[in-house]
């Protein structure tokens, strides 16, 4: 099959790139279905980088810089934050399209190219994280843009390009620069595929790719250097090391175990070892062993992250199709080579369906939402116009929590203590209580009360808040936190900074607040008895 017209491919990616941007920006405000919190997560990373700071210098977070750096370009050209990143995405997706393109008209033939390159603009450009979903949400949107730079330079290594059509330097600069996006986006995906991606130009004997790449990302890396100062990296690298000394937050998701051989796992796992031998078999083993190089990373990318969402199934489906040997070959259980290839595909394609599915209808499902329900988030922030969230779930308080501390008959009767421990702090045994939804509700309450009698906190206060995150500075109109973790990991980010320390007595994660009231602890702040409301306890901080 002849490779697609360059100019053709071009013009099918920017005619999708408007397509789903025009319809992700059509609604004229984002509207939230799940995931809340990691909306206000978004939020206020994106606030405090437009008050100038900088992720991992003056705020802890794992995430890396590139992840917020489109959406705040487009923010500070005037749009509301929920515009802005929508606008983002398409950013994002221009600034990758070329590499795309230098893939599909590159590497890949026919359907195979075409279902690339709209998988990849879907995946920058949806409106919801994947899996079988389908409420709308931004929830892990950064991961959706690493997998579509890691599809880019995963195909650019281990396939070779049409000999009509070689740039070995130019796709050396092209996966520099996707890697380089990688690290700073989510490094979990530049661990995972660095190497591999390095051995895939090795093997092919691409090293003018390899050098080109090595130097493109150097400079890269020099460049932050210049705009963020020699301290960005190892500031960056200790927020990444704050995730692996989490005890909730490392592997949030399935055991490992079960992303090898669990219900929603196995037939993947087996389509992909035997996709392996079948490119082996029919006389294509450098693919062979190169695709069994990748698969260590596409599993291990797929248990780090929260849903455990499978995508790189479309990355072999995509390959399968791209190596189809002539017919007439034999393969595992004599079946022909080309035919098992296809096949193979297929089972890879429809496991993942339902996921891409989610996706590619994200953009148009939230044109089409009621928004009858909706209301803004942060009503109290000007930035946050058109950031809309199902009421329902934002201002119903509904919490979980053990009846037998309420009722002590039921004592003989349960078993809670072991599954439900309670939190202490400084020898105070706290509610057992997790709240389940109304964090909207509840962290406004908070915020106000701290400017109310007894605490009468000033607006230039700082708070450390005791659970995996909290909007309470951006409802309360206080400071943030300096050096404090929008999105709690470990330790006690920021702590020396804070005013005072907020502990909920009814959390958001339980778990999260025991590791960070004893982090606390450990760290010898001198502390003023609680000032005390029903929904929390509020420790002054002796400067």
Same mark, same amino acid.
């Given at each position: 099959?002849? @490779?697609?017209?360059?100019?053709?491919?071009?013009?099918?990616?920017?005619?999708?790139?408007?397509?789903?941007?025009?319809?992700?920006?059509?609604?004229?405000?984002?509207?939230?279905?799940?995931?809340?919190?990691?909306? *206000?997560?978004?939020?206020?990373?994106?606030?405090?980088?437009?008050?100038?700071?900088?992720?991992?210098?003056?705020?802890?977070?794992?995430?890396?810089?590139?992840?917020?750096?489109?959406?705040?370009?487009? $923010?500070?050209?005037? !749009?509301?934050?929920?515009?802005?990143?929508? $606008?983002?995405?398409?950013?994002?997706?221009?600034?990758?399209?070329?590499?795309? &393109?230098?893939?599909?008209?590159?590497?890949? #033939?026919?359907?195979?190219? &075409?279902?690339?390159?709209?998988?990849?603009?879907?995946?920058? !450009?949806?409106?919801?994280?994947?899996?079988?979903?389908?409420?709308?949400?931004?929830?892990?949107?950064?991961?959706? &843009?690493?997998?579509?730079? *890691?599809?880019?330079?995963?195909?650019?290594?281990?396939?070779?390009?049409?000999?009509?059509?070689?740039?070995?330097?130019?796709?050396?600069?092209? =996966?520099?620069?996707?890697? *380089?996006?990688?690290?700073?986006?989510?490094?979990?995906?530049?661990?995972?595929?660095?190497?591999?991606?390095?051995?895939?130009?090795?093997?092919?004997?691409? &090293?003018?790719?390899?050098?080109?790449?090595?130097? #493109?990302?150097?400079?890269?890396?020099?460049?932050?250097? $210049?705009?963020?100062?020699?301290?960005?990296?190892?500031?960056?690298?200790?927020?990444?090391?704050?995730?692996?000394?989490?005890?909730?937050?490392?592997?949030?998701?399935?055991?490992?175990?079960?992303?090898?051989?669990?219900?929603?796992?196995?037939?993947?796992?087996?389509?992909?070892?035997?996709?392996?031998?079948?490119?082996?078999?029919?006389?294509q083993g450098r693919s062979g062993l190169l695709l069994l190089l990748f698969a260590p990373g596409f599993l291990y990318v797929t248990y780090q992250n929260f849903g455990n969402d499978p995508k790189w199934l479309m990355l072999l489906a995509v390959l399968l199709l791209a190596h189809r040997p002539p017919r007439g070959m034999r393969v595992l259980f004599n079946a022909d080579a080309r035919n098992a290839s296809a096949a193979l595909a297929?089972? $890879?394609?429809?496991?993942?369906?339902?996921?891409?599915?989610?996706?590619?209808?994200?953009?148009?499902?939230?044109?089409?939402?009621?928004?009858?329900?909706?209301?803004?988030?942060?009503?109290?922030?000007?930035? =946050?116009?058109?950031?809309?969230?199902?009421?329902?779930?934002?201002?119903?308080?509904? *919490?979980?929590?053990? !009846?037998?501390? @309420?009722?002590?008959?039921?004592?003989?009767?349960?078993?809670?203590?072991?599954?439900?421990?309670?939190? #202490?702090?400084?020898?105070?045994?706290?509610?057992?209580?997790?709240?389940?939804?109304?964090?909207?509700?509840?962290?406004r309450y908070m915020a106000d009360r701290l400017k109310e009698v007894p605490f009468n906190y000033p607006p230039e206060a700082q708070f450390f808040v005791a659970d995996i995150a909290s909007a309470i500075w951006i409802l309360g109109d206080f400071a943030p936190l300096e050096g404090g973790a929008p999105w709690y990991y470990s330790g006690a980010p920021g702590v020396g900074h804070a005013d005072a320390i907020i502990v909920p007595t009814?959390?958001?994660?339980?778990?999260?607040?025991?590791?960070?009231?004893?982090?606390?602890?450990?760290?010898?702040? #001198?502390?003023?008895?609680?000032?005390?409301?029903?929904?929390? !306890?509020?420790?002054?901080?002796?400067?």
């Amino acid at each position: 099959m002849s @490779r697609i017209s360059p100019g053709r491919y071009a013009v099918f990616l920017a005619v999708s790139i408007l397509v789903f941007g025009a319809a992700g920006l059509a609604k004229g405000g984002l509207y939230i279905g799940r995931h809340e919190g990691d909306t *206000a997560h978004m939020i206020e990373i994106v606030l405090r980088m437009l008050d100038g700071q900088v992720p991992h210098l003056d705020f802890s977070t794992p995430i890396g810089i590139f992840a917020f750096l489109p959406v705040v370009a487009v $923010a500070k050209a005037g !749009l509301g934050l929920g515009q802005a990143f929508v $606008a983002g995405q398409i950013v994002v997706a221009v600034l990758l399209a070329p590499a795309i &393109w230098r893939v599909g008209i590159s590497r890949l #033939t026919g359907i195979a190219a &075409w279902g690339y390159g709209l998988v990849s603009v879907a995946m920058i !450009l949806a409106l919801v994280h994947g899996e079988d979903v389908a409420a709308l949400s931004v929830s892990m949107y950064y991961n959706r &843009w690493a997998w579509a730079a *890691a599809f880019a330079a995963i195909l650019l290594s281990l396939l070779p390009a049409d000999p009509r059509r070689e740039a070995p330097g130019l796709d050396g600069v092209f =996966t520099g620069a996707l890697l *380089a996006v990688l690290a700073l986006v989510k490094p979990t995906f530049f661990v995972a595929f660095v190497l591999p991606v390095a051995l895939g130009f090795i093997l092919r004997g691409a &090293w003018r790719s390899l050098a080109a790449g090595i130097v #493109t990302g150097l400079v890269i890396a020099a460049a932050m250097v $210049a705009l963020y100062g020699v301290d960005f990296f190892p500031a960056y690298i200790a927020d990444l090391l704050s995730v692996t000394r989490s005890e909730t937050r490392a592997a949030p998701g399935v055991p490992f175990m079960e992303i090898l051989n669990g219900p929603r796992f196995l037939i993947g796992t087996v389509a992909l070892l035997l996709s392996v031998i079948v490119l082996r078999q029919s006389g294509q083993g450098r693919s062979g062993l190169l695709l069994l190089l990748f698969a260590p990373g596409f599993l291990y990318v797929t248990y780090q992250n929260f849903g455990n969402d499978p995508k790189w199934l479309m990355l072999l489906a995509v390959l399968l199709l791209a190596h189809r040997p002539p017919r007439g070959m034999r393969v595992l259980f004599n079946a022909d080579a080309r035919n098992a290839s296809a096949a193979l595909a297929l089972v $890879a394609f429809a496991l993942v369906a339902p996921s891409f599915q989610n996706i590619v209808t994200s953009p148009f499902r939230h044109l089409a939402e009621d928004t009858e329900g909706y209301g803004l988030q942060f009503p109290e922030r000007a930035e =946050t116009y058109d950031i809309f969230v199902r009421v329902q779930r934002t201002q119903m308080v509904l *919490a979980r929590e053990a !009846l037998v501390d @309420r009722y002590a008959q039921l004592a003989p009767y349960v078993t809670e203590d072991a599954l439900f421990e309670p939190v #202490t702090f400084l020898g105070e045994r706290l509610p057992r209580c997790t709240l389940d939804s109304g964090d909207g509700a509840m962290h406004r309450y908070m915020a106000d009360r701290l400017k109310e009698v007894p605490f009468n906190y000033p607006p230039e206060a700082q708070f450390f808040v005791a659970d995996i995150a909290s909007a309470i500075w951006i409802l309360g109109d206080f400071a943030p936190l300096e050096g404090g973790a929008p999105w709690y990991y470990s330790g006690a980010p920021g702590v020396g900074h804070a005013d005072a320390i907020i502990v909920p007595t009814c959390p958001i994660a339980p778990e999260v607040q025991r590791n960070a009231l004893a982090a606390i602890e450990a760290a010898g702040l #001198t502390l003023r008895p609680p000032l005390r409301d029903e929904m929390m !306890l509020v420790y002054p901080v002796v400067k």
